[in-house]
Structure formats: structure tokens, C-alpha cells
Nanobody, 129 residues
Framework: QLQLVESGGDLVQPGGSLRLSCAAS????????IGWFRQAPGKEREGVSC??????????YYSDSVRGRFTISRDSAKDMVYLQMNNLQPEDTAVYYC????????????????????WGRGTQVTVSS
């Protein structure tokens, strides 16, 4: 059974930084399209950032709301995917979910159209003074 586990969520002040981590059990992240999504209370789930390294050149997608502030990356040795979040703002407050999709899924299809195969349970990020 494919399982994804997120960690790293916390309470942080505006302008602060956090790094979220995504670990998998039952499969290797390297072979999948991996994404970070978020959902704030009363709002629809948003595809924040997705990565696919199974292509000849790694591909990354960022939503307009986080481009320039968030960075997605992976550590093949540890089989982890990270989301580095800088200059956090109150509007970034949400539950953040790690997700996996079939390797043939494009980063656009995953992040923009939510074509996801497996979801983690989420980690809470709260940005407040």
C-alpha cells in the first residue's frame, strides 16, 4: 500500500520560513510525479508545487501564488521530497498535503488539474504574528 507522510508544519511569523518533508512507504518517490497541495479553511485545495524527475530533465511547477518564494526539491539518497517555503504570509496558512501520481502524469496535470493517485494526511502550517 502506498503511503505518504508529511512533516515540518508549524506556527511561524510572517516573513518566516519552513521546510516541509514528504516521505513514502511502499514505493520509491523517484519514479513518481510528486506534488504539494494546500487547503485553507473554506477554500478549494490548491496545487502549490509539483516535480517530476523521471524525465531526462527534472520538471517543476509552481502556482502563481508561491512562485519565487517556495522551492520543491528531492533527496534521492533519502528518498524524500521537500518544500522550502520562504517569506511566508498569513495567506499561506493551510493544511499542506504531499501527493503522488503515476510517472506519466505531467506536472501541469497534477498541480493544475489535481490528477493524483495517493494523498498524505497533511501537515498544518500557520502563519501568524
Amino acid at each position: 500500500q502506498l503511503q505518504l507522510v508529511e512533516s515540518g508544519g508549524d506556527l511561524v511569523q510572517p516573513g518566516g520560513s519552513l521546510r516541509l518533508s514528504c516521505a513514502a512507504s511502499g514505493f520509491t518517490l523517484d519514479y513518481w510525479t510528486i506534488g504539494w497541495f494546500r487547503q485553507a479553511p473554506g477554500k478549494e485545495r490548491e496545487g502549490v508545487s509539483c516535480i517530476n524527475i523521471s524525465r531526462s530533465k527534472p520538471e517543476m511547477y509552481y502556482s502563481d501564488s508561491v512562485r519565487g518564494r517556495f522551492t520543491i526539491s528531492r533527496d534521492s539518497a533519502k528518498d524524500m521530497v521537500y518544500l522550502q517555503m520562504n517569506n511566508l504570509q498569513p495567506e499561506d496558512t493551510a493544511v499542506y498535503y504531499c501527493a503522488a501520481a503515476h510517472p506519466a502524469t505531467s506536472i501541469q496535470d497534477m498541480c493544475a488539474y489535481h490528477k493524483v493517485g495517493s494523498w498524505g494526511r497533511g501537515t498544518q502550517v500557520t502563519v501568524s504574528s
